[in-house]
């Protein structure tokens, strides 16, 4: 099958949000931290009548009915989360509920999980297994979701939670550049969650950052020699129309890409301007390690490259401003924003995307764009998604109601025996809900 990649797309973020201008104030740090030090204008959170199932149980239904898709039609169901409900049950099985009932149980796939990562393996797993002997002609379908939840401190304005459904296939209009993919996986303890008794991760924020950076380099430098070797001629980032990060706060999508543009510069200083060549010129002698750790550098970067950032970056940053951090799913609400903000304009563009999770795994490939056949073309996944809409439709939570409910989560993580409160107001219709939890800790579902 030729041009295997993403036919149809939906996203859900809950509607209940706290802006970082209020967090700012309720968390009594000094004016402008969250809002221009991280970049980020408002943060999206689960009520307690939501979770990542329920969020994923919405994202499936949505889309399978909005494109029209017979759920006989799926063959494969890929998960990536990194929200611990179960040690052993995966979201996925879930998910079986919505094909079940139509009679199809015949359908591979589990989760995949390594912090945000997880939604970029399944993806592979999925397009893999359409290029693939093993492929039965039917659809892959691949869901991201995650809440992202921090303990009290500087890590908890970096929160948020979203789900995300892919539909794959041959002749997508977001076709992957399957030859171009660049891999950096390695041991660190940069973010993870090693007690099982908390949904809360520990952080090394600094060395976290320090980490995408290195993997940044990395995976850039090895896509940009796959890319060589199949074009016999350098990539520089004019090779790309967009470039979209995954996005745990913008600031770090604003350093990234000074990184990428750095990067050029060292590799050929003709693949930047003349102004930035002056600019950079100073850090050209930098060890690979104090160069991650120069502010001057970074301040530099980002100077020489915002002309670029505004025309290449700025358009997938939409989501991730407005949500937050949606771990797995963060990647693909950017390349969401993307669609949103450039819709059929798209047509016979590259994308260039960078998945990092912690711990450590990352990877930067590429999509090309094309229309694409109705209902599976550029503009109507622009509609199906109505990010305009779903983003003005939020309800803005008093941060105290906000901590309060993180209280609430803190206490029930890990519990059984409860009912949840049931108001689900905010809720728009069609979206799932949990009810309960049992004495067998069985979760169970409803739909608004
Ligand atoms: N006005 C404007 N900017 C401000 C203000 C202010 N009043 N106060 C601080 N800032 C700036 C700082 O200068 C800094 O910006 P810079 O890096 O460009 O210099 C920025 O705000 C952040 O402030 P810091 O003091 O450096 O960091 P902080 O202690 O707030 O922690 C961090 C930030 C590390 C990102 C924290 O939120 C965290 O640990 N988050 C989770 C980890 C994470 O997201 N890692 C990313 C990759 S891994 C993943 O996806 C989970």
Redesign the pocket.
């Known amino acids: 099958p030729a041009n295997v990649g993403i036919l149809a797309m939906d996203i859900y973020f809950p509607p209940t949000c706290v802006t970082q201008e209020a967090l700012e104030g309720h968390d009594g ?5 969250y809002t ?3 970049g980020q204008d408002c943060m999206a959170f689960c009520s307690e009548v939501e979770d990542v199932i329920s969020m994923s149980l919405t994202v499936v239904t949505s889309l399978l009915e909005k494109f029209n898709v017979d759920p006989k039609q799926i063959g494969r169901l890929e998960v990536g989360s990194e929200t611990v409900i179960d040690k052993s049950k995966s979201i996925k099985t879930f998910l079986m509920q919505v094909f079940e009932a139509s009679g199809n149980i015949d359908i591979e796939g589990v989760d995949s999980t390594n ?2 990562y997880g939604g970029t393996a399944a993806l592979f797993n999925c397009v893999n297994w359409v290029e693939s002997s093993s492929w039965d002609g039917r659809y892959g379908l691949v869901v991201c979701t995650d809440t992202a939840v ?1 303990a009290e401190g ?2 908890r ?2 929160g948020g939670a979203a789900a995300i459904a892919m539909l794959v296939g041959p002749d997508a209009p977001i076709a992957f550049e399957s030859k171009l993919r660049g891999s950096h996986m390695s041991h660190a303890y ?2 993870y969650k090693p007690n099982l008794a908390s949904e809360y991760p520990v ?1 090394d ?2 060395l ?2 320090t980490c ?1 950076l290195m993997a940044l380099d990395s995976c850039y430098q090895l896509y940009c020699k796959k890319f060589e070797k199949l074009e016999g001629r350098p990539f520089s980032m004019s090779d790309s129309d967009y470039f979209v990060f ?1 996005s ?2 913008n ?2 999508v604003q350093k990234s890409f000074g990184r990428l543009y750095f990067n050029d510069f060292l590799r050929n200083p003709s693949f930047v301007d003349e102004v930035a060549r002056d600019t950079l010129a100073p850090y050209a002698s930098l060890s690979g390690d104090d160069s991650y750790q120069s ?1 001057d550098l ?1 301040k530099a970067n980002q100077q020489a490259a915002k002309h670029l950032y505004d025309a290449k970056v700025q358009p997938s940053t939409l989501i991730p401003k407005q949500v937050g ?1 949606m ?1 797995t799913a963060s990647l693909y609400a950017a390349f969401a924003s993307l669609l949103h903000n450039k819709n059929s304009s798209l047509v016979g563009k590259r994308v260039v995307m960078f998945s ?1 999770g ?1 711990g450590l795994t990352a990877t930067m490939f590429s999509f090309h764009l094309q229309e694409g056949q109705h209902p599976f073309n550029l503009s109507n996944i622009v509609t199906v998604m109505n990010v305009s809409d779903k983003l003005k439709q939020r309800v803005e939570i008093p941060p105290e109601k906000f901590v309060e409910t993180l209280k609430i989560m803190e206490h029930r993580y890990g519990g059984k025996d409860f009912v949840t409160s049931k108001d689900c107001s905010y809720l728009p219709p069609g979206t799932f809900y949990l009810t309960n939890v049992d004495s067998m800790y069985r979760r169970f579902y409803a739909k608004k």
């Open positions: 740090v000094s004016k402008g931290k221009i030090g991280l912090a945000c921090y500087p890590a304005p970096t940069d973010f952080v924020g600094k976290s950052q995408y995954h745990p706060y600031k770090l502010r970074e951090n771990y990092y912690s």
